[in-house]
Every structure is written in C-alpha cells, then in structure tokens.
C-alpha cells in the first residue's frame, strides 16, 4: 500500500511553501504515522553529479498525464503546471508537466518500503532541488544510511542530475 499525501499549499511572492501531511500505514502493524513534510518551490539548485552516489536499489518511473492529473486531484493541487501541458510549457516557459514534489517523495518512500521489512516509519524529510518533468523517464533510489533504521533516497531529473534528496529513519 503506497502513502496517502493531503496537501495544502500556501504561496507568498515569488516563495511557495508546500507544506504536506503523510500518513504512512505501517504495511507490518497497520498503525499510522504523521510526517510534515515541506520545500522552497525555487530551492533549484546547480546540476550535480550522482554518478559517487552508491545505490542499493533503484527503479524507473515514467511520469504520465494520467498519473500527474490524478496526483493533483488527489491532493487539490490545481496548478496548472502538474496537468495542463499548454499552459505548462506556453505560459510558464516549462519543457513539459511538472511532476509534483510530494510524488516523487511518496515514489521514494514506496521505493524504501518495497525493500525493507516494514517498519514503522518514524521520520522522514525530503529536498526538491531541481524539476522534474513528464518528458521522459526518470530514476528513484534508495540505500541504507550511516546509522541502523536510516535511510537515504533521493531522485534524478529528466537529465540525470540528483533533483530529490530525502531521509527515512524507522524504528
């Protein structure tokens, strides 16, 4: 069972704060756990090379019209840039749909939960630094962190540069 994203968005000027509750069933216990989850909507940063990261899992998600609109009702996301392509590509200068933060987060936790024993998950925080568009493919991973219960995942763009850093910790 993949988590189930609410979603609220706040915008103030040229910043938009997306502030997201996760509720994340426990696949092993069935009990819940509350994650906040946030990100700067301009927090792009310079492409950077993932080619020293180490995974130990990986998956191919190919973002699709269908899969972006339904994420956005999902979670009354009605920003255009997620589902409406014209208005994506003419109107914000974008070089296709946006797939959402909070997707790709959801992505990289049921990534972790494919390859780990279910846990309860006790923390989690992710990073959006680069978009992420429908225009082709792109990758999730995952490995095990420095310490026991921890978790690195992050994600790449439509070019291969790290786009979507996160950290799990389960108990």
Not at 17 to 38: D, H, M, P, W, Y
Not at 110 to 135: I, Y
């Amino acid at each position: 069972m993949s988590p189930l994203l609410l979603a609220s968005t706040a915008a103030a000027g040229f910043a938009c704060k997306i502030s997201v509750q996760l509720l994340s069933l426990c696949r092993a216990t069935g009990e819940s756990a509350f994650v906040t989850l946030s990100r700067s909507r301009f927090a792009v940063a310079a492409a950077e090379d993932v080619a020293g990261m180490d995974p130990t899992w990986r998956h191919t998600v190919r973002p699709t019209e269908t899969l972006l609109f339904r994420f956005s009702a999902l979670t009354f996301n009605t920003h255009r840039i997620h589902y409406d392509r014209r208005y994506a590509t003419h109107v914000e200068g974008y070089a296709g749909l946006v797939v959402h933060g909070p997707l790709i987060a959801t992505l990289l936790l049921d990534l972790l939960q494919t390859h780990v024993t279910p846990e309860r998950l006790r923390r989690f925080h992710f990073k959006a630094m680069r978009p992420t568009f429908d225009t082709s493919d792109f990758l999730v991973f995952g490995a095990p962190g420095d310490d026991t219960g921890h978790f690195k995942l992050w994600s790449t763009d439509n070019d291969g540069a790290r786009a979507v850093e996160a950290e799990a910790w389960v108990s």
